[in-house]
């Protein structure tokens, strides 16, 4: 038994010290004496007091014995006393729920996330009520559901809320957080319960470091499993109007499989393949698909399987970027080579009669003569006439040697040349905010203008003409439009790449030298994401899915994170971690109240001594026919005593 009010003592205490005060009323109870005369007549008053005395013993025993007893029961009542329980602080455990994307496989009539559920509501019936339990939710981050709660309706609430994520499981981590909770936030740890199917990576698949306190409640994981594991996709590089297609495929089980693979674009079919995979293992099938335009390109493995949502994976796909780029020349040949050797440039060459001054184009080209443009389409003047040109002319002269080019500028990036004279060359005065880009002893012979006021496009003047002289043969050329190409429509020379992965850690390749600061990566709503860089391997985290978008430079590469994660195998539980759900303890049970029925049976008692021997005349017991002789002896033993 246990007391929640008052110790053993305090009760001792306070029972003798109320039992000795009812005493002492009863010996301390003072009367008038009682003298029987014959006649008053007789009886003078006198001044004397009338003489009292003390009992010197208890006329009524049993009602001295019945208060006190009834007293004792309502202060024991008080005191709160409890049976069957003398531990009231309970333990605090921790149940880390699976909720990994591979709990959503399908298993009888339901999926593996439904026995998980009832194994956790198992444990909760089978420890006592008193303890308290945390529910951690763990897929590839360990989430909190509760904290440490001793109500069973709050913990069954969340964990029937508990639903299969998209992101594989973080064993350790998972275990790391429950463990850490405990030593935190625990007087009196408890368990650490594991309630899942368990399904790793194959780095946590022989996990051995585990908490002590450990128990593992598993569910049934054997069900055979053939999922897309990566999809990717680029622009061909020997037919830009192409798409190279690579799948991977991936067989969890533990037999072989034979799949049918088929690729669909814009509902169209647009390929497919018969993979037979081995146990554990994965087969990559590739394909190129010629499309220009846009649309959905939808992956699909022919199987039935227990966990479905890795068969089936759509992306949708830009159309192919192009730049339209108009060029007025009288000697179209000169160029052509520069702009022609893009796939992605979509050159047209006019004579310089038919200018329109409000061209639709993305960049327009003045071949050595000048006409304000009314379009705010980007331009290239080449060796324009002094008086008209863009930037200010300071001299004109032969047999330039061009000694400089600017590297730290996007304009001049990876250009250099050696001994290269020009022929004739314009050598100009920049303003204040201009980009030198080349530059001779003269002074700069290749300016650009960023275009910042409003209804200003970018501008790039040459003061030579790149198609004639030494510069015909030389490799900065070509590589000089490029560049200009991409400072003034960085979108359409951008390089794309496509790839529908798994949620969760995503390494991309970056290049060796690649500058965190050059290094973009956003989600689908053009958020920035934190990442990492580890040599050439980029690493970033996405718990939902989504797209995400790594940019570097001119290169974007769009990841499509769509696909469930699944680990690929089943962790091994070390050996001595106990398993299963408890029994439920017994002699552990909720403690039982005492006080109501106390406080009852003093209650009660106290009632029958003012019903037995209280004095009052409603309650006086009348004697009746039958009872009239017992109170005539009753009388006859009072006058006697």
Do not use: C
Request: hydrophobic content about 45%.
């Amino acid at each position: 038994m246990n007391f929640l009010n008052l110790g053993l003592g305090e009760l001792l205490g306070l029972v003798g010290a109320i039992s000795a005060g009812v005493v002492a009323l009863y010996l301390l109870d003072r009367s008038k004496r009682r003298q029987l005369v014959a006649t008053l007549r007789f009886w003078s008053a006198a001044d004397v007091r009338t003489e009292l005395k003390h009992r010197r013993r208890i006329q009524q025993p049993w009602s001295l014995l019945l208060q006190l007893l009834s007293l004792a029961l309502l202060l024991t009542a008080i005191a709160g006393p409890q049976l069957g329980i003398f531990d009231v602080a309970g333990r605090d455990h921790v149940i880390v729920l699976d909720t990994s994307a591979w709990m959503g496989s399908r298993v009888g009539q339901g999926i593996l996330m439904d026995q998980a559920k009832a194994n956790a509501r198992a444990y909760l019936r089978s420890i006592p009520r008193r303890d308290r339990v945390m529910l951690v939710r763990a897929d590839a981050l360990a989430t909190p559901a509760t904290a440490f709660e001793s109500s069973r309706g709050v913990l069954e609430s969340a964990i029937q809320q508990s639903q299969p994520g998209a992101s594989a499981l973080n064993l350790s981590q998972a275990l790391e957080f429950a463990d850490r909770a405990q030593k935190l936030q625990s007087q009196r740890a408890g368990e650490i319960v594991f309630v899942g199917a368990g399904r790793v990576s194959e780095e946590e698949a022989a996990l051995s470091s585990v908490p002590g306190n450990l128990r593992v409640v598993t569910t049934s994981s054997a069900q055979e499993n053939v999922g897309l594991r990566k999809i990717g996709l680029r622009r061909s590089p020997t037919a830009p109007d192409s798409w190279d297609i690579f799948v991977v495929v991936r067989n969890y089980g533990a037999r072989p499989q034979s799949v049918d693979l088929g690729l669909q674009f814009s509902k169209s079919p647009a390929g497919s393949r018969r993979l037979t995979l081995r146990p554990g293992s994965e087969e990559q099938a590739a394909f190129t698909y010629p499309a220009k335009t846009g649309g959905f390109l939808e992956a699909r493995l022919n199987v039935r399987d227990a966990f479905p949502q890795d068969d089936r994976a759509v992306m949708e796909l830009p159309p192919e970027a192009s730049a339209r780029v108009v060029v007025y020349s009288d000697e179209p040949q000169l160029l052509r080579p520069l702009f022609a050797a893009n796939p992605q440039v979509n050159a047209l060459f006019e004579s310089p009669e038919k200018f329109d001054p409000a061209v639709k184009a993305d960049v327009v080209v003045l071949d050595r003569f000048s006409y304000p443009l009314k379009s705010n389409a980007a331009s290239i003047w080449i060796q324009p006439p002094a008086s008209a040109s863009p930037v200010r002319v300071s001299a004109t002269r032969t047999g330039l040697r061009l000694d400089k080019w600017h590297p730290e500028t996007p304009l001049g990036a990876g250009l250099r040349t050696r001994d290269v004279t020009l022929e004739s060359a314009e050598v100009f005065s920049p303003a204040v905010g201009d980009i030198v880009v080349a530059e001779t002893t003269e002074g700069p012979v290749i300016v650009a203008t960023e275009g910042s006021k409003p209804g200003e496009s970018k501008r790039v003047v040459i003061g030579f003409h790149p198609g004639r002289g030494p510069m015909k043969y030389e490799l900065a050329t070509p590589l000089l439009m490029a560049n200009i190409l991409r400072w003034m429509i960085p979108g359409a020379f951008r390089q794309w790449e496509f790839q529908a992965g798994t949620v969760g850690t995503v390494n991309a390749a970056v290049d060796k030298d690649a500058k965190p600061e050059q290094i973009r990566v956003l989600d689908d709503a053009n958020r920035s994401l934190p990442f990492t860089i580890d040599g050439e391997n980029l690493r970033f985290f996405s718990g939902a899915p989504g797209t995400v978008r790594v940019q570097v430079g001119d290169r974007e590469t769009v990841y499509s994170l769509t696909l469930p994660d699944v680990g690929e195998e089943v962790w091994r539980v070390p050996a001595g971690v106990h398993k299963g759900v408890p029994k439920a303890i017994l002699s552990e049970a909720a403690p039982r109240d005492l006080w109501p029925w106390l406080a009852l049976l003093g209650g009660i008692g106290l009632l029958a001594d003012w019903l037995l021997y209280g004095r009052s005349r409603a309650f006086r017991l009348r004697a009746s026919g039958a009872m009239a002789p017992h109170f005539k002896k009753m009388a006859q033993w009072r006058k006697a005593s």
